[in-house]
């Protein structure tokens, strides 16, 4: 057998299908409109009436050369002669399936959680089925939904479970649909990618359903050259050479300079969900900077400040279930107009409803840049932290480990992930800095690590196609503008924003003082 395309993989039910449509007929329009793989399932049918009805669509996709599975049922799928099967954990057994139909027959295996995942790996299937991804009235009785992030998850974990995990086909299924699809293929981006997407309803329901395939086909097309696309900074430009390995702190500081003037020039609107705490410092370093500072929590108007084209800073700092919601909504509306937003998951890992929420923001929607201290960021990538309150968790690790969960993390999400401390880790999944600049005001000063977030939202939002130099710009000047201040954290605060103000908005950046002061103070960090 020649190896299968999971790609577009069709589940039947023909309790969906519309008025006047065999199943057969909405299958056969369905392959013609790309569908590389269809399973059977019927749970009702009686057994003869299964057989014949798998008979005749086997006819057509042995006609099509796609592949036909039976779901469940390795006695039909015998008397059929088709493909393979798809078992499930209250199936016919792995071990019972395979002596049946020997090693010629394709046998898929449903994934929902991370044991079934072991167990799989035991068995080493042919392919698997990860999910649900969301509810799904198809399958009234299934698992609970693991949603995107879930799913990522599992791959990752599936990744680790040797060359069978790194290598077997994984499908994801539950609730896909041409509105979702391409949300959840970006969200599932780890080392073990999705091999299709299984989908249901969205094509046995659809009167059209060559059209509504040929609809999926090209957003999985699209979904597949971004994932192979290099990101916005390895495009043929300035930043792409400033960001090599041999670029040199003038060439870093020039990148720099013209990042925040294009800030002055174009004055980004910067809409901070932020806590109270923090939102008059917040503003003030806003527009020490050259951009436009606005503090709003209504919802009724997340979807015209989005509408302007600036940048979203979401602050979980004082996060309550009440404010859902509005996080939510923030984040849809942002990325309709793909505007950046910078999430400060402020004390993730100190409560639970904390932690939920954080999880709530990251499926959301897509968030160009994770910014939080060692305990958030840790937290967030699934590690047990115990903080206490807001507070920095600062382990023994070595930098380098520190490092790798910042890379990876941002692999995790397609983004940029800055881990703030002593030393600042920045990565974009592929490359990955040191920044070793600032002052220990910084740590005395509330609202200094918050207050980071609005301008590293400035930057990007004046250089949507640097994106990753932009955030390095904006901590690099951030943190030698606190060094230039006093030690005194009273009469810090005022020489801080003075020397932001002077460096960014009065465009002192651009002179030499600062590159006989040892700016910037970053390095590129390699892994083996």
Request: glycine share 8%.
């Amino acid at each position: 057998m020649t190896t299968p395309d999971y790609s577009l993989y069709l589940v039947t039910d023909s309790g969906l299908l519309p008025d006047g449509r065999s199943l057969v007929e909405q299958v056969e329009a369905a392959i013609d409109g790309g569908v590389t793989m269809v399973q059977l399932r019927e749970k009702t049918l009686a057994t003869n009436k299964f057989i014949q009805l798998g008979r005749e669509l086997h006819e057509v996709t042995s006609r099509r050369k796609v592949p036909l599975l039976i779901n469940d049922r390795v006695d039909v799928a015998l008397a059929v002669g088709c493909e393979g099967v798809h078992i499930g954990w209250d199936d016919c057994d792995y071990a019972t399936a395979r002596r049946l139909l020997g090693h010629e027959k394709l046998i898929g295996i449903s994934v929902s959680n991370e044991e079934q995942a072991r167990q799989a790996a035991e068995a080493e299937p042919d392919y698997i089925g990860v999910g649900p991804v969301f509810a799904t009235a198809t399958k009234p009785n299934h698992n609970p939904p693991i949603g995107p992030s879930g799913l990522r998850s599992l791959l990752e974990y599936i990744h680790t479970l040797g060359d069978w995990g790194r290598d077997v086909p994984a499908v994801c299924i539950g609730g896909i649909n041409p509105k979702n699809v391409e949300e959840v293929c970006k969200e599932a981006k780890t080392l073990k990618p999705l091999s299709g997407v299984a989908v249901v309803s969205a094509i046995m329901a659809a009167p059209a359903p060559k059209l509504v395939c040929r609809q999926f086909h090209q957003l999985l097309s699209f979904n597949k050259m971004r994932a192979e696309s290099p990101p916005p900074d390895y495009t043929p430009s300035v930043a792409k050479k400033t960001l090599q390995p041999n670029a040199t702190k003038p060439e870093l500081h020039a990148l720099f300079a013209e990042i925040f003037a294009n800030v002055r020039e174009t004055k980004p609107m910067v809409h901070h969900i932020t806590n109270n705490v923090v939102k008059n410092f917040s503003a003030n370093i806003c527009l020490a900077v050259g951009a436009s500072p606005i503090m709003s929590e209504e919802i009724e108007e997340t979807a015209e400040l989005a509408a302007i084209n600036g940048a979203l800073v979401l602050n979980m700092g004082t996060a309550t279930a009440a404010a859902r919601p509005l996080f939510l909504e923030a984040i849809r509306t942002n990325n309709k107009h793909s505007n950046p937003i910078v999430f400060d998951p402020v004390g993730a890992g100190a409560t639970a409803l904390r932690r939920t929420t954080a999880r709530l923001v990251l499926e959301a929607g897509h968030i160009d840049v994770i910014k939080g201290n060692e305990g958030e960021i840790r937290t967030l990538f699934g590690e047990a932290v115990s903080m206490r309150g807001v507070d920095s968790l600062d382990t023994s690790d070595a930098p380098l480990a520190k490092a790798v969960i910042v890379r990876d993390l941002a692999r995790r999400h397609n983004n940029i992930v800055v881990m703030t401390g002593p030393t600042d880790f920045v990565s974009d999944g592929i490359l990955t800095y040191a920044l070793t600049d600032g002052s220990r005001s910084q740590a005395l000063v509330t609202g200094t690590g918050c207050s980071l977030g609005t301008v590293i939202a400035a930057a990007v939002a004046a250089n949507r196609d640097a994106k990753l130099a932009a955030v390095l710009a904006a901590i690099n000047v951030y943190n030698y503008a606190a060094r230039c201040a006093t030690d005194r954290p009273g009469s810090w605060v005022a020489q801080f924003v003075d020397t932001l103000w002077s460096l960014t908005s009065n465009g002192e950046m651009a002179g030499d003082e600062i590159l006989r002061a040892g700016y910037p103070k970053m390095e590129r960090l390699e892994f083996e």
